[in-house]
C-alpha cells in the first residue's frame, strides 16, 4: 500500500503521541512531550458554577444572602454571597477552593456564582438607565399637572408635566438610574407618559359645559 513518506522518516510515532497528547488534554491533563513522555497530573479539581436571581432593587442597595449547593461528592456546603450596589447581570463572584473536591490529592475547584436578573413588568433597563411608562389623563396633558412616581430603589419622584405635553413625551431624571459599580454616579430615571382617556361616566360635567351664544 501507498505510506506517507514522512512515516518512513520515523515522524508517525510523533504524530500519534501528539494525538494522544490531544486527547490526554481534554481530560483536564498537563503533558510534557519533549524529551520521553512525560505525564502531569491534573492542577486542580472542578470549578462549580451556579446562578443566583436578583431583583432590580438589589442593584441599586446591594444584597448579603446565604446560600447551599450540594459538591459532586454529596457534601453539603453553604456560602455568604455579598452582591455589591452596581451589580449588573452576568457578573461573577468568585469564590477560591470552594468547588469541586472529589480527588482528595488535588486542591479544590473554585465556586463560581453568577448574577441573573429577574424580570420586571414595570422596569426596563438600558444600560446605566431605567426605563417606565406612566399613564397621564389627556386633560392633565393638556393643562399639565404633577404626579408622583415611584423609583425601583422605593424612593419618590415629583414628575412636573408641563400643560401641552404631547402624549409619549419623555421626562429624563439624572441620578436616579442603576449605580455604576465601584463609582460614585447613576444612570438616568426615563418616565415616559402614555395618553390615557378619563372615564366620562365619572366625571362631573359641569366645569365642561360650554357657554352657548344667544340671539337677541
Partial sequence: GIRDPLWSRGLGDVYKRQA????????????NFGNGFQQQTMRKNKDIKLSYAIDIVDIYKGKTDTIGFRLPTGQEEIVVVKVPPGVREGNMIK???????SIAQLPRGDLIVQIVLRPNIDFKINGNDIFTRIKVNIIDLLCGTVQNVSAPD???????IPKGTVPNTKFNVPEHGLPILN?????????????????????????LTLPTNREV
Fill in 20 to 31: 494522544f497528547d490531544d486527547v490526554l488534554r481534554n481530560f483536564g491533563f498537563n503533558i
Fill in 154 to 160: 422605593g424612593r419618590n419622584i415629583r414628575l412636573t
Fill in 183 to 207: 463609582h460614585h454616579a447613576c444612570g438616568n430615571f426615563i418616565i415616559e407618559t402614555l395618553c390615557q382617556m378619563p372615564n366620562l361616566t365619572a366625571v362631573s360635567y359641569t366645569h
Fill in 95 to 101: 469564590f477560591q477552593n470552594q468547588g469541586d473536591n
